[in-house]
């Protein structure tokens, strides 16, 4: 089973200009499709920082998303930080070429040396179509690197995994089930939780504690997350061990 990564870059977003939407979406489009992420990094356009982080995740074999910065102004380091990383030069792709001359006669404009530097990528990468204005992203081996405008990068996503990731979807088929246990303590309940993993391989415990508030008392959220039958077994065992601890609780919704 393939690692689904993110990469999200732009000083807007590391200094608070523009909050970030594109995790929150990248999450929903793999969870459709019966995957997650397991890991994200926010980056500013900091070209050095950008080459170290890509390649590492080059060399880590997993699927990574990247959003922001492959555009052509000062600020926009990846494209050049993804090649640097790669260790291939930049170089005008046929494909992002065609796409580009073809967006400028739609548009009645001149075809330009930096309109067409946007098709400049890292030698051996494939384009990603982008249906808004036919400006293209890229992938380089499993990197697929995408604008920050939503409108645009995540129409690019749905199509990147539906093109080349397809064979994972539900391939694991993971659910979690949950119980709110009021006035629970964390340390009371926490061999139960280490036992359950250790009784269940595979299967994945997670507590998330709330002091309530004015409409909810004091609980902590407690459940298991992985195989559906394992998990149908594992969520049963907690709430007996639950009720052995003298907490109540109730299914979580």
Same mark, same amino acid.
């Given at each position: 089973?393939?690692?689904?990564?993110?990469?999200?870059?732009?000083?807007?977003?590391?200094?608070?200009?523009?909050?970030?939407?594109?995790?929150?979406?990248?999450?929903?489009?793999?969870?459709?499709?019966?995957?997650?992420?397991?890991?994200?990094?926010?980056?500013?356009?900091?070209?050095?920082?950008?080459?170290?982080?890509?390649?590492?995740?080059?060399?880590?074999?997993?699927?990574?998303?990247?959003?922001?910065?492959?555009?052509?102004?000062?600020?926009?380091?990846?494209?050049?930080?993804?090649?640097?990383?790669?260790?291939?030069?930049?170089?005008?792709? &046929?494909?992002?070429?065609? !796409?580009?001359?073809? #967006?400028? =006669? /739609?548009? @009645?404009?001149?075809?330009? $040396? *930096?309109?067409?530097?946007?098709?400049?990528?890292?030698?051996?990468?494939?384009?990603?179509?982008?249906?808004?204005?036919?400006?293209?992203?890229?992938?380089?081996?499993?990197?697929?690197?995408?604008?920050?405008?939503?409108?645009?990068?995540?129409?690019?996503?749905?199509?990147?995994?539906?093109?080349?990731?397809?064979?994972?979807?539900?391939?694991?088929?993971?659910?979690?089930?949950?119980?709110?246990?009021?006035?629970?303590?964390?340390?009371?309940?926490?061999?139960?939780?280490?036992?359950?993993?250790?009784?269940?391989?595979?299967?994945?415990?997670?507590?998330? &504690?709330?002091?309530?508030? !004015?409409?909810?008392? #004091?609980? =902590? /959220?407690? @459940?298991?997350?992985?195989? $559906? *039958?394992?998990?149908?077994?594992?969520?049963?065992?907690?709430?007996?061990?639950?009720?052995?601890?003298?907490?109540?609780?109730?299914?979580?919704?």
């Amino acid at each position: 089973m393939r690692v689904y990564g993110a990469i999200i870059i732009g000083d807007e977003i590391m200094r608070g200009k523009r909050q970030d939407k594109h995790l929150a979406k990248l999450i929903e489009l793999l969870g459709v499709r019966g995957l997650h992420l397991s890991w994200v990094q926010y980056l500013g356009d900091e070209r050095p920082r950008l080459i170290e982080t890509l390649r590492s995740t080059l060399a880590s074999g997993d699927v990574v998303f990247s959003c922001g910065g492959i555009g052509v102004t000062p600020d926009d380091h990846t494209r050049q930080a993804a090649a640097a990383a790669a260790g291939v030069p930049l170089a005008l792709n &046929p494909d992002a070429e065609r !796409e580009i001359r073809a #967006r400028m =006669v /739609e548009m @009645g404009q001149p075809v330009t $040396p *930096a309109r067409l530097e946007l098709g400049t990528v890292p030698q051996g990468s494939r384009i990603i179509p982008n249906p808004f204005n036919r400006i293209p992203g890229f992938s380089y081996q499993d990197h697929h690197f995408l604008p920050g405008f939503p409108q645009m990068a995540w129409p690019m996503a749905e199509w990147v995994l539906d093109t080349y990731y397809a064979d994972d979807f539900r391939q694991n088929a993971e659910v979690e089930a949950a119980i709110l246990v009021w006035d629970g303590l964390e340390g009371t309940m926490l061999e139960l939780m280490r036992q359950t993993e250790a009784d269940f391989p595979g299967i994945v415990v997670f507590s998330l &504690p709330s002091f309530g508030s !004015e409409t909810v008392r #004091r609980h =902590v /959220e407690l @459940g298991v997350r992985g195989e $559906p *039958a394992m998990v149908a077994k594992a969520i049963e065992v907690l709430k007996a061990g639950v009720t052995a601890l003298g907490y109540g609780y109730d299914a979580k919704q």
